[in-house]
């Protein structure tokens, strides 16, 4: 498998970069919390889980330096955040039944989840891309084990969301993908999106949601010197 290096900005094949820790432990994610209506259902979202899930997903992500694919060596591109931690496989932590989706992690609420699986379904049957996600806090996480239960190959992207890359948004693209995508397409989705004070501020869900949708709404634009060029949060269509 050849690994890329890549930060918010394209960079050459081969070359990696590391990532400063600015600010440390000061850079504690802001909660927010989003408005519900009374009596609503709906489970928590990850801001209005409180503080605690913020400080455990941050205290976490202090003690790693890990890699875009975060201990998966699928076939394909890796879009690398940092250095390669080892490798994982517990295919006790797979779910069930099959779904696109597993989050392992806990960043999405069910009603998240159901519009997060419907989008990459509906991906899926209309362009014949497979787009896959994972969330998962290493080393909790099925690592590869999920290369057979999802039949990774090279029609597949998989976004991995682990806020222990610092950059919570890594991308393994295969080969077919690769070439109908430009490169610095997933540096950016990972520059906007997936950034420390991005998702410590907006909370790991709507760095994933935005992800998918922006992933979503490339594959689906038509081949030409500008495709990709943009990206488009279509958050809305939530």
Not at 22 to 28: E, P
Request: charged fraction near 25%.
């Amino acid at each position: 498998m050849k690994m890329v290096a890549t930060t918010s900005q394209a960079r050459p094949r081969g070359v990696a970069r590391g990532r400063s820790a600015r600010g440390g432990r000061a850079h504690v994610a802001r909660v927010v919390a989003r408005a519900r209506p009374a009596g609503s259902s709906e489970e928590p979202t990850w801001h209005e889980r409180g503080p605690s899930a913020s400080r455990r997903i941050l205290k976490t992500a202090a003690g790693f330096v890990a890699s875009a694919v975060v201990g998966l060596s699928l076939n394909g591109t890796a879009i690398m955040a940092e250095a390669r931690l080892e490798g994982v496989n517990k295919p006790e932590l797979l779910p069930k039944q099959y779904t696109p989706l597993i989050d392992v992690a806990d960043f999405l609420t069910t009603g998240e989840e159901q519009r997060v699986v419907k989008t990459l379904e509906r991906l899926e049957r209309d362009t014949g891309v497979k787009l896959r996600v994972l969330c998962q806090n290493y080393p909790e996480t099925p690592g590869l084990a999920i290369k057979d239960f999802w039949g990774v190959d090279s029609n597949t992207v998989v976004l991995v969301a682990d806020p222990n890359t610092g950059n919570i948004t890594n991308f393994n693209v295969g080969e077919d993908i690769d070439f109908q995508i430009p490169r610095n397409f997933w540096s950016k989705v990972a520059g906007k999106f997936g950034n420390k004070f991005y998702w410590s501020d907006q909370g790991p869900d709507r760095a994933i949601i935005n992800s998918v949708n922006a992933i979503d709404a490339c594959v689906r634009e038509p081949e030409g010197r500008f495709k990709c060029t943009k990206l488009q949060s279509l958050e809305e269509e939530f």
